[in-house]
């Protein structure tokens, strides 16, 4: 693992403990999210380590921009039931990021859940945490009054083509 700043070691020690309190044993399921995707990826890289510090066995993915029936049949399925590679133990966490992790259809899979803000966009609705990650090396969580956003905000829809034109399309 890089050198982490003091900051960014406070806020990955305190969502670490936070998930820990919540779901300390059995087959845990986290998903970080975050737009533009190289924040979340990075934070969650960081916290799977810290995880694994914390004598967690952690198996981690990036899983892309993907839908819902190929998460959880090549992902959560197969983590479920002890079958997916590297992650053999009762005990494992699986540390996921990627894009629409945190849809409405999928968003009770998931034990823990952060979305990674890095500009002025709003935050997820529903997450247990949202970090502010503009400055990488001094994260913060970022508090906001969800009750102010509607369910839809950070829902991300699925890209398609238009068969005639060829341009993409939000389906």
Request: hydrophobic share 40%.
């Amino acid at each position: 693992m890089v050198e982490l700043s003091e900051s960014r070691r406070e806020l990955l020690d305190s969502m670490a403990e936070e998930f820990l309190h919540n779901s300390w044993a059995g087959r845990r399921l986290l998903a970080i999210e975050g737009e533009p995707g190289q924040f979340a990826t990075r934070l969650a890289d960081d916290l799977a380590s810290v995880l694994v510090e914390k004598d967690q066995p952690v198996l981690r993915l990036s899983v892309g921009d993907v839908d819902e029936d190929d998460l959880r049949s090549e992902t959560v399925e197969p983590f479920r039931a002890g079958s997916l590679t590297a992650a053999t133990d009762p005990d494992t966490v699986l540390v996921v990021d990627g894009r629409r992790l945190l849809n409405q259809s999928v968003r009770g899979i998931w034990h823990f859940s952060v979305w990674v803000l890095a500009g002025d966009e709003l935050p997820h609705a529903s997450v247990n945490v949202v970090v502010d990650a503009t400055d990488e090396a001094a994260p913060k969580r970022y508090f906001y009054d969800l009750c102010r956003l509607p369910p839809s905000v950070g829902e991300r829809r699925a890209e398609a083509t238009d068969s005639g034109t060829g341009r993409r399309r939000n389906s």
